[in-house]
């Protein structure tokens, strides 16, 4: 059985950085696909970043050049590293796991994911 854990979350003012972390338990970490997504309070769950098992990433528009995703297969963790965080970064953060391996597409759908975690708060004030 899968399971992730999310920790790193917090309340940061505008500017600031996060890294949150996703500790992945069970099954063969090295050949998942990983991402993020994040819910804000009365938002769908939206997606955030990707990498692959060759350490490609992809990522929506609104985080491109701010947010970094990264992996660490020797320790099962997936990162996301958080940078010149606004306002409208605030929202639930959740580590998914596909286990499904991607070249040429991105996963950017959540049923596309088979695990999720169980989020991380995230809050920028202004």
């Known amino acids: 059985q899968v399971q992730l854990v999310e920790s790193g979350g917090g309340l940061v003012q505008a500017g600031g950085s996060l890294r949150l972390s996703c500790v992945v338990s069970?099954?063969?970490?090295?050949?998942?696909?990983l991402a993020w997504f994040r819910q804000a309070p009365g938002k769908e769950r939206e997606f955030v970043t990707t990498?692959?098992?060759?350490?490609?990433?992809y990522y929506a528009a609104s985080v491109k050049g701010r947010f970094t995703i990264s992996r660490d297969n020797a320790k099962n963790t997936v990162y996301l590293q958080m940078n010149s965080l606004k306002p409208e970064d605030t929202a639930v953060y959740y580590c998914?796991?596909?286990?499904?391996?991607?070249?040429?597409?991105?996963?950017?759908?959540?049923?596309?994911?088979?695990?999720w975690g169980q989020g991380t708060q995230v809050t920028v004030s202004s």
């Open positions: 069970g099954g063969s970490f090295s050949t998942y696909t």
């Open positions: 998914a796991v596909s286990r499904d391996s991607y070249y040429y597409t991105w996963p950017t759908v959540l049923n596309e994911y088979h695990y």
């Open positions: 990498i692959n098992r060759n350490d490609s990433t």
